[in-house]
């Protein structure tokens, strides 16, 4: 979870949705579906962006990958049109009939900047769409049967970035003590690397108890604060992107729990989802 976009950060409009989908198969035979699925979600009613994302063994960017796993990122014109992929879309009955664990959250943007492929993803949506409690409102939303703003309840954090050929094996060796330190991080509910393309596109999405508690680690990690000063001394990225959201109705679970229904973990311990995180859910 590393972002350094120098753009300003900008409100995203009230009116965007986007959803987080994380899949696991038995098999890594899952990964005939990213050729597949894609066809199927260039024409899906009302999907303004997506991307599908393979997963690390690591919570933040990593060079292990776990071929099982698979994620699905997306911005919706509408929560109807979201709902209607959950119910009618042949991608989502697959998930239901083939996978062996699913965990998705819908997604409410509080802010974001920098660019995907040259894109912002939260640009412009055509018509706002009712709130989860049947209002436009972006800030607030239902979250565990309440209703909370950003700052009194959990944050999500999507961060993507293309890192500059020249500067991979750098950037790589810099992740084993973030990833450590994400991993003990108090207030960080759960993290995941992921990447669209080997090695040089990669992306997180983490989940914090709060928005303290994430910028706790974004700006006073040691491991995490290091990266950020070499990132930007050294321009190691072409392209970024760090968004934040109010994660609510989550549905599923990941790595055997839910981490936004499962209370977070004391600082310096493990809970069951780091104790497994990246391996399958825990036996």
């Known amino acids: 979870m590393t972002a350094t976009a120098h753009s300003s950060t900008v409100p995203v409009p009230a009116s965007t949705i986007a ?37 690390g063994r690591g919570r933040s960017m990593s060079l292990g990958a776990d071929l099982r796993r698979w994620a699905l990122f997306a911005v919706w014109r509408s929560a109807g049109d979201l709902e209607a992929f959950l119910h009618s879309s042949p991608i989502a009955a ?56 950003a700052r009194g309840g959990p944050v999500a954090v999507l961060t993507r970035a293309s890192i500059r050929v020249r500067r991979l094996v750098t950037f790589y060796r810099s992740v084993p003590p973030v990833d450590e330190s994400l991993r003990r991080q108090d207030g960080c509910l759960a993290s995941i690397g ?50 934040r959201f109010v994660p609510y109705a989550s549905e599923g679970t990941w790595n055997g729990t839910d981490p936004l229904r499962t209370p977070p973990p004391h600082h310096g311990t493990d809970s069951p989802r780091d104790q497994h995180h990246g391996t399958g859910p825990p036996r």
Do not use: I, K
């Open 19 to 55: 959803s987080f989908h994380l899949v696991r198969y038995d098999t890594a035979s899952a990964m005939r579906h990213m050729a597949f699925d894609r066809p199927l979600l260039r024409d899906c009613g009302g999907l303004l962006f997506w991307r599908l994302l393979g997963t």
């Open 194 to 243: 992921m990447g669209e393309w080997p090695l040089a596109r990669q992306a997180t999405f983490s989940l914090w108890r709060d928005q303290d508690a994430m910028r706790r680690f974004a700006y006073r990690g040691a491991a995490h604060q290091r990266v950020v000063e070499r990132v930007r001394c050294h321009d190691w990225y072409a392209e970024e992107l760090f968004a």
């Open 94 to 149: 697959r998930w239901r009939a083939e996978a062996s664990e699913t965990w998705q959250v819908r997604l409410a943007p509080l802010s974001s900047r920098g660019t995907w492929t040259g894109r912002n993803p939260f640009a412009d949506p055509p018509d706002p769409p009712a709130g989860p409690s049947g209002d436009s409102r972006g800030a607030q939303v239902a979250s565990g049967g309440g209703v909370v703003g």
